[in-house]
């Protein structure tokens, strides 16, 4: 058999030959005794590979991986890999389904038994009878996907649209897992571990582009992704079990707040039209706000207690973020469903509806809101428009820089303004972030550095002697 | 694969989007398996499964293509391009011998499933002839569809294909000419 004799009876399986080819094939395969024996042994080959679909270990790998790490707390995750969120969705949805099908349910978070009691509201089951499995839980982490304008997008501000429903435990039993872009910026922190988004998360680095956010203390933030062309928000929660005195104080249409409550029977909400309550799973409740007011969250438990939580829903504000501006330099910022457009400075910044769009060029150096009216609700901007400045007026004020070595720990800037700072011989510099520029003065002994946004960065600067610095930098407003 | 689920999940209803990942999560894990990167499998099952739920709305429930076809092409793209991102050697794959230098498989051939050797023997074959054996004859691709994915002409995986078979059908020889009801429980 000769490899030519193998392409032939390749051919001759996938049906690929012509009439005539195929039967020379047939009529040695009459008379070729080896020929034939290879052809047996290729139809037996695609039979068996046809058969062959996932196997055990595939189907293990799938569904056992994300209980085990559900069930057994944060340092799993290091070791199994970020594989556990994305694979929660398909276990956690199995082993409610299999668990609501044979007793009580044991929930892969907290581990804690919880009767499915005889109550008015039975949260077990859906409406038509089957197990409640906890997909729409689950799937969040899945769905967390943080999506950058793309390359060729240009100056375009990708619409700042909190992705409503992301939360994560203050124990870090539920992180949230990010698919981030390679270029991609958290809040001028680079991946490294340590405290991002004020104080509540923290975005650990785990293998290839997964982030994995968990909370550090209660509260909600705002974490954003940056690169060139624009920038994404995703709005935080970080929530606990709220105590009974506790005002839990929602936004309407905004972020689901979710509160852990393991053993609940039933509950009940004042006024529906002012909150909108879902049980997420068996221990925990979706509360979204739907209109500004008050009400009052009771719920009743299996061990015989009842609380109370009074609730707060305030009006919408949607604050855009700050869009940092050069003098005549336009750049697009996306707004669907804007039906009107107000500026309160005019002579600083110029603004044209572009369809769906609207065209932002600064005229001079300054701050202007730009208020964009969508439905009922008003989406507020804060436009900076930078002056321009050349190089010699960068450095004016370079008499009195001080030092590098001065700024040992963290360099603090103020938006918009430009810092001086007296490097000494540099071999190079760079910065972290889109939103930080630094240029050297023509001497090479003194760094200008300015930042168009409040952030947090690093200044990575190498001298002259080999040495390299890595130096924080905080821009506040 | 219930088309109305994968309807559903179009919708970006959640609930619907978790049942098809865990239908189809294992055939996404032996893909990742079978065609991925070494050594990455997690990760790469991972962003597999982000990237199918990405390209979702594209599948045309009423078009021609059966869904578990058109994710098996789409995994397989989204691996490719992957790989390419990886792409660890300069060596043409196919240049590699054909049948690796492991011990005669009919040695150990004695008990055990032909399932169990072929996926041995899938191992050992270079990437490019694997991947084409795995997207014709296991997962039943046409020859063009492979050779588009693959980004080569159609004779190339002709080549690649017979050269598969060629190097499993003699590395499995004993196995194969088990009767098949006796030989795959």
Redesign the interface.
């Known amino acids: ?1 000769t ?1 030519r004799d ?2 032939l ?3 001759w ?2 049906g ?1 030959l012509t009439p005539d080819e195929a039967r020379a094939v047939e009529q040695r395969l009459s008379t070729d005794r080896d020929f034939a ?2 052809a ?3 139809g ?12 055990a270990a ?2 293990a ?3 056992s991986t994300a209980s085990t790490v559900v069930a057994g707390g944060l340092s799993l995750w290091w070791l ?4 556990a969120l ?2 929660a ?3 956690v ?2 082993t409610r389904t299999s668990t609501a099908t044979e007793g009580p349910a044991t929930s892969a978070l907290t581990g804690q038994r919880e009767p499915r009691g005889p109550a008015p509201h039975d949260m077990e089951r859906s409406p038509n009878g089957g197990p409640m ?1 906890d ?2 839980f ?3 982490t ?2 967390l ?1 943080l999506l950058t304008a793309g390359a060729d997008a240009g100056p375009t501000e990708a619409p700042f649209t909190a992705d409503a429903g992301a939360f994560v435990d203050d124990a870090g039993t539920r992180p949230i897992l990010l ?1 981030v872009d390679e270029r991609m910026l958290l809040h001028g922190n680079d991946w490294e571990p340590g405290p991002v988004c004020e104080t509540s998360v923290r975005v650990d680095r785990l ?4 982030r994995m956010v968990t909370g550090r203390g209660l509260g909600r933030c705002r974490l954003r992704a940056a690169r060139d062309g624009g920038s994404r928000t995703l709005e935080l929660h970080v929530v606990d079990q709220p105590s009974a005195e506790r005002t839990l104080e929602l936004v309407v249409d905004g972020a689901t707040t979710i509160v852990r409550v393991p053993g609940l029977v039933r509950f009940s909400i004042g006024a529906p039209t002012v909150v909108a309550v879902e049980r997420k799973t068996p221990s925990r409740l979706g509360l979204q706000g739907a209109r500004a007011g008050t009400t009052t969250l009771e719920a009743w438990f299996a061990d015989g207690t009842h609380r109370k939580w009074p609730i707060l829903v305030k009006p919408a504000e949607l604050e855009g973020p700050s869009i940092a501006l050069k003098v005549k330099v336009p750049k697009v910022l996306s707004l669907e469903a804007t039906s009107e457009l107000r500026v309160d400075d005019p002579s600083v910044v110029e603004v044209k509806p572009l369809g769906k769009s609207v065209l932002l060029t600064g005229l001079k150096g300054g701050r202007a809101v730009l208020e964009a009216v969508q439905g009922a609700k008003t989406k507020r901007f804060v436009l900076e428009v930078l002056a321009p400045q050349t190089r010699n007026e960068l450095f004016a004020r370079a008499q009195g820089a001080p030092p590098l070595a001065d700024f040992p720990e963290v360099l603090r800037l103020r938006v918009g303004a430009v810092t001086v700072i007296r490097s000494g011989p540099l071999t190079s510099f760079s910065v972290a972030g889109g939103w930080l520029e630094a240029v050297r003065s023509e001497d090479g002994q003194l760094l200008a550095i300015t930042a168009s946004r409040p952030l947090e960065s690093h200044l990575f600067v190498q001298r002259d002697d080999g040495t390299l610095l890595w130096i924080p930098v905080v821009a506040d407003r | 694969m219930d088309v109305e689920l994968v309807r559903q999940a179009q919708t ?1 209803d ?6 098809l ?2 239908d189809v ?6 893909l990742v ?1 079978r065609l991925g990167i070494g050594g ?1 499998g ?2 790469q ?3 597999v ?2 990237h199918l ?2 390209v979702l709305d594209r599948f045309d429930p009423a078009g021609p293509a059966k869904f578990t076809t058109w994710l098996t092409t789409v995994v397989t793209r989204f691996l490719l391009m992957e790989r390419r991102k990886h792409r660890p050697e300069t060596i043409p794959l196919d240049d590699r011998p054909l049948v690796a230098s492991t011990p005669d498989p009919s040695e150990h051939a004695e008990g055990q499933s ?2 169990v050797l ?2 041995r023997a899938l191992t050992q074959l270079p990437a490019g002839q694997r991947r084409a ?1 795995v997207l ?3 997962q ?1 691709l046409e ?1 063009t569809a492979v050779a588009e994915l693959e980004e080569v002409p159609v004779g190339t995986i ?2 690649r ?3 598969a ?2 190097a ?2 003699i590395s ?2 004993p196995a ?2 088990r009767p ?1 009801s006796g030989g ?1 429980p």
Do not use: C, I, N, Y
């Not at chain 1, 293998?207 to 997964?210: D, L, S, T, V, Y």
């Not at chain 2, 999560?25 to 032996?30: D, E, I």
């Open positions: 058999m490899p193998w392409e009876l390749s051919s399986v996938d690929a024996l290879a047996a042994r290729l037996s080959l695609e039979t068996a590979a046809r058969a062959l679909g996932p196997t595939d189907v790998t799938w569904t199994l890999g970020p594989l994305v694979l969705a398909g276990a949805v199995a499995p997909a729409s689950a799937a969040q899945l769905l996907t698919q293998p290839g582009r997964q | 970006r959640r609930r619907a989007q978790a049942r990942l865990r999560g294992p055939l996404l894990a032996a398996r990455e997690a990760d099952l991972q962003s499964t982000l739920l990405a032909l399932e072929l996926e054996f014709a004859s296991m039943g020859l002709k080549s294909l017979a050269r078979r060629m499993l059908a499995l020889g194969l000419d098949q795959v």
